[in-house]
């Protein structure tokens, strides 16, 4: 994930800026629950899926510094240890197109919390999205299933580094991935999972009290991979 542009690090200092990147792999662990609410004939069901990730990486800093001759100095500020918490919850609707093609529309929230160990640059962001998509499975034989998916997000509450760049108004992103399932004892699966995620929300007009005080926007693209064991019943 990255933070775009460079923001001034403080409102008396707009020579100074600083930029951050999230570029070491996360590491940690995932956990999903999909169940069907309610069948709907003999093709067709209305279902649910929970799912809540954490996970922990390396966010480094560097900061530039405009010279009296035109030219920047850039220094390396060092990385920080950082964690971000996950938790997804969907409703769906299940269509069964054949035998081996199931179809799935879906819709709901998530909740996307990144913290950064504490500094006086940036601590963080917090978002509160709504999600919707369609997303399809198709059975490559009586062992492995393929699933692929894609959506998109409305950024309904976005909070960065404790209100720092001020208020954010509705703005969209998208998500897509892939999942491949198949069993690898009797009613035990493994699951590879892929997801990608887009958010770019904007920060039109800082608070009066906001640290930063010109217009901001911030680019998060999300890559998470997975290994995924799970039981049916």
């Given at each position: 994930m990255?933070?775009?542009?460079?923001?001034?690090?403080?409102a008396?200092?707009?020579?100074?800026?600083?930029s951050?990147?999230h570029a070491?792999?996360?590491?940690?662990?995932t956990g999903?629950?999909?169940?069907i609410l309610?069948?709907l004939g003999?093709?067709s069901a209305?279902g649910?899926?929970?799912?809540?990730s954490?996970?922990?990486?390396?966010?480094?800093?560097?900061?530039?510094?405009?010279?009296?001759?035109?030219t920047s100095?850039v220094?390396?500020?060092g990385?920080l240890?950082?964690?971000?918490?996950e938790?997804?919850?969907?409703?769906?609707?299940?269509?069964?197109?054949?035998?081996?093609?199931?179809?799935d529309?879906?819709a709901g929230?998530e909740m996307i919390?990144?913290t950064?160990?504490?500094n006086?640059?940036?601590?963080?962001?917090?978002?509160?999205?709504?999600r919707f998509?369609i997303?399809?499975a198709y059975r490559v034989?009586?062992?492995?299933?393929?699933?692929?998916?894609?959506?998109a997000?409305?950024?309904?509450s976005?909070?960065?580094?404790?209100?720092?760049?001020?208020s954010?108004?509705?703005?969209?992103?998208?998500e897509?991935?892939?999942?491949?399932?198949f069993?690898l004892?009797?009613?035990?699966q493994?699951i590879l999972?892929?997801?990608f995620?887009?958010?770019?929300?904007?920060?039109?007009?800082?608070?009066?009290?906001?640290?930063?005080n010109v217009?901001?926007?911030s680019?998060?693209?999300?890559?998470t991979?997975?290994?995924?064991?799970g039981?049916t019943f």
């Amino acid at each position: 994930m990255t933070l775009q542009p460079s923001v001034p690090v403080a409102a008396d200092d707009p020579d100074s800026t600083f930029s951050l990147s999230h570029a070491s792999s996360f590491w940690g662990g995932t956990g999903v629950m999909d169940f069907i609410l309610k069948t709907l004939g003999e093709s067709s069901a209305l279902g649910m899926r929970v799912r809540g990730s954490y996970g922990t990486f390396q966010t480094g800093f560097t900061e530039a510094q405009s010279q009296d001759d035109g030219t920047s100095q850039v220094d390396d500020l060092g990385s920080l240890s950082s964690n971000i918490l996950e938790i997804v919850g969907d409703l769906y609707y299940l269509q069964q197109i054949s035998p081996s093609l199931l179809i799935d529309i879906y819709a709901g929230a998530e909740m996307i919390r990144l913290t950064i160990a504490e500094n006086t640059k940036y601590t963080g962001n917090e978002y509160l999205n709504g999600r919707f998509g369609i997303g399809g499975a198709y059975r490559v034989d009586t062992e492995f299933q393929l699933r692929v998916h894609a959506g998109a997000l409305a950024v309904f509450s976005a909070d960065n580094s404790g209100g720092a760049f001020g208020s954010s108004p509705l703005s969209w992103g998208a998500e897509a991935g892939a999942q491949l399932s198949f069993e690898l004892f009797d009613g035990v699966q493994a699951i590879l999972d892929y997801t990608f995620r887009f958010l770019q929300p904007t920060f039109p007009t800082p608070a009066p009290q906001a640290r930063v005080n010109v217009a901001t926007e911030s680019l998060e693209v999300m890559h998470t991979g997975g290994v995924l064991l799970g039981l049916t019943f």
